[in-house]
T-cell receptor, first 116, second 111 residues
Framework: DQQVKQNSPSLSVQEGRISILNCDYTNSMFDYFLWYKKYPAEGPTFLISISSIKDKNEDGRFTVFLNKSAKHLSLHIVPSQPGDSAVYFCAAKWVGLAGGGNKLTFGTGTQLKVEL | NAGVTQTPKFQVLKTGQSMTLQCAQDMNHEYMSWYRQDPGMGLRLIHYSVGAGITDQGEVPNGYNVSRSTTEDFPLRLLSAAPSQTSVYFC??????????FGSGTRLTVV
């Protein structure tokens, strides 16, 4: 049972345009969401996060939106740059669960390619 | 450099062999965890620890053992390797569940 889903395995956008990566979740207890970026042969690196008490969080070119009623979040990258080409993982956790702060549930990832 | 160090980076095992994947962090993080990444599956939690002497199972713990004798180290042991354990393994640490830092991974092949 995939509790965090990223239905688009890949996305291709032109440099300078907006990249929108989507993520859906089924567990209504999740209350904290994170996005990770992963280059080949490297570990995931933290990009941006959002608490369930917010609907938007922004950090430079990266903005995450959360729609709790739809159990959906999205990552917007504006403008997209070639260096953004990587696999992006959405992750969620239930902070209130005993030990839950240490349990990240990941989506399957979206391969973003930013073309010149 | 501060961070999470995993060794080895690559390993090939024969079915039935045992080995230990090492993970060390120098950030004094209490929380450490092991994930495996498989194609089309994302990262799945194997075991985690919230401090020295405390470990618990994650989503896919079967075939793996862990122990946490120090804050810095969190080794993952495969007692009898199986082809289904062919994967890329990532260790991560965090400050009380915030700000996860991942190692660069161990690519394991079981033949």
């Amino acid at each position: 049972d995939q509790q965090v889903k990223q239905n688009s395995p890949s996305l291709s956008v032109q440099e300078g345009r907006i990249s929108i990566l989507n993520c859906d979740y089924t567990n209504s207890m999740f209350d904290y969401f994170l996005w990770y970026k992963k280059y080949p042969a490297e570990g995931p690196t933290f990009l941006i996060s959002i608490s369930s008490i917010k609907d938007k969080n922004e950090d430079g070119r990266f903005t995450v939106f959360l729609n709790k009623s739809a159990k959906h979040l999205s990552l917007h990258i504006v403008p997209s740059q070639p260096g953004d080409s990587a696999v992006y993982f959405c992750a969620a956790k239930w902070v209130g669960l005993a030990g839950g702060g240490n349990k990240l549930t990941f989506g399957t990832g979206t391969q973003l390619k930013v073309e010149l | 450099n501060a961070g999470v160090t995993q060794t080895p980076k690559f390993q090939v095992l024969k079915t039935g062999q045992s080995m230990t994947l090492q993970c060390a962090q120098d950030m004094n993080h209490e929380y450490m965890s092991w994930y495996r990444q498989d194609p089309g599956m994302g990262l799945r939690l194997i075991h985690y620890s919230v401090g020295a002497g405390i470990t618990d199972q994650g989503e896919v713990p079967n075939g793996y053992n862990v122990s946490r004798s120090t804050t810095e180290d969190f080794p993952l042991r495969l007692l009898s390797a199986a082809p289904s354990q062919t994967s890329v393994y990532f260790c991560a640490s965090s400050f009380q569940g915030w700000g996860y830092t991942f190692g660069s991974g161990t690519r394991l092949t079981v033949v």
